[in-house]
Structure formats: C-alpha cells, structure tokens
C-alpha cells in the first residue's frame, strides 16, 4: 500500500495569503496519478486538480498543481474567503487517501 | 447537470445488513468506472470498492472484502452498495463517485450509514 504523508496538518493564514500544501507518497506514482479534494463541512468532496497538476473544471486559476514521482505540491495563490476547508490529496495506484491539511482563517 | 444522489443509509445493528444506491442524473453511468468512497465522523476519506463500466471487474479495500458487494444497473442507471456482517468501524458516511483519470470528479452528497446496537 502507497502511503500519503500530508503536510503542514493545519496551516492558519490571512486571507489574499499564499498556501502551500504538501503530499509525500512513501513510492514513485505511476503516470503521476495524484489528485487533489476539498471538503468544507457537511460537503462532499471537490475536486480541484487531477494528473498532478491538471486543473477541474470550473475550479479557478488561483489553484494549482506541481510535482512527480514522490513528492507533490498543492498552491492556492492567493487565499479567498471560501479557500478555507480541508484538503485531501489522494492516489489511484492502491487508492489512498492522505491525512488531509486543515487551512484555516488566522 | 451531472448529479448523483446517494440514498439508504440508516442505523444497523452489528452484523446486519443494508443497501446503499446512487442514482446519476445528466450522464450514463455505463460510460464511467464507478466508486464508493466513506468517511467516518470526525475522520478522513477512505475508498472502498469500484467497478469497471461494463461490470466485469470489481475492486474492494482489504477491510471490507468479502462483506460488501458493488453492484450497477445500467436500466436504471445507478450504482449498489450490499453491505453485509456489519461492524462499528463501518459507521461513516458514504460517498459515491464517478472517476476521470484516476480522480473522482463527480460525487453524491452521502448518505449516512450506523452501526450500533
């Protein structure tokens, strides 16, 4: 099983501030199948980026997607009112979840 | 407007049994690689079991296999969750979910599932 390490576990910002997010799988993606989710309560998950760094659709630019291999990086240019939730990076290889990083309202 | 909508969830008591669909709306589910996806209260997301378009392949998570069958009915275009031998650490919220490039790009709103006596 492929583990996902997420990382800050709470991340406390002003709004317009820049957030970045980090995911660490314990192997190599194959073909870089990392995915991207955010919850507010009481939703289900959204999908923000597939493929590592495709955008969904309808998501705004101000999302974005980077890395390979092992290591990958969620940035949200710059943090609007309605940024604030949990995000969960996910795999498809063994299909696993990480953790989730907690972005909240300093 | 794609829309699935998750529904028969509901409290159980250990060992029993219940089953869950998801019905789509706005695309064919027949075209699509199909899962379930559940959190518990509190906690993170986990997924549980998929199934290939035309049915013929189906996966499931170590912890339930066995115990829960994915089923879907194309007539009808929906997706089946038969969950059986119940147990406590199945109490969640269950999500269905259509996938695109190993990603779930439509989901359901959930529906409640409780194990407890």
């Known amino acids: 099983e492929i583990v996902l390490t997420q990382s800050p576990g709470t991340l406390s910002l002003f709004p317009g501030e820049r957030a970045t997010l980090s995911c660490r799988a314990s192997?190599?993606?194959?073909?870089?199948?990392l995915s991207w989710y955010q919850q507010k309560p009481g939703q289900a998950p959204r999908l923000l980026i597939y493929?590592?760094?495709s955008r969904a659709t309808g998501i705004p630019d101000r999302f974005s997607g980077s890395g390979s291999g092992t290591d990958f990086t969620l940035t949200i240019s710059r943090l609007e009112p309605e940024d604030f939730a949990i995000f969960y990076c996910?795999?498809?290889?063994?299909?696993?979840f990480g953790q989730g990083t907690k972005v909240e309202v300093k | 407007e794609i829309q699935l909508a998750a529904s028969g969830g509901g409290l159980v008591q250990p060992g029993g049994s219940l089953r869950l669909s998801c019905a789509a709306s706005?695309?064919?589910?027949?075209?699509?690689?199909m899962s379930w996806v559940r959190q518990a209260p509190g906690k993170g997301l986990e997924w549980v079991a998929n199934i290939k378009p035309d049915g013929s392949v189906r996966y499931y998570v170590d912890s339930v296999k066995g115990r829960f069958t994915i089923s879907r009915d194309d007539d009808k275009n929906s997706l089946s969750l038969l969950m059986n031998s119940l147990r406590a650490e199945d109490t969640a919220m269950y999500f269905c979910a259509s996938e695109y490039w190993g990603s779930y790009d439509n989901w359901g709103q959930g529906t409640l599932v409780t194990v407890s006596s």
């Open positions: 192997q190599s993606l194959v073909d870089n199948l």
């Open positions: 706005g695309f064919n589910l027949n075209k699509y690689w």
């Open positions: 996910y795999q498809h290889g063994t299909k696993t």
């Open positions: 493929r590592a760094s």
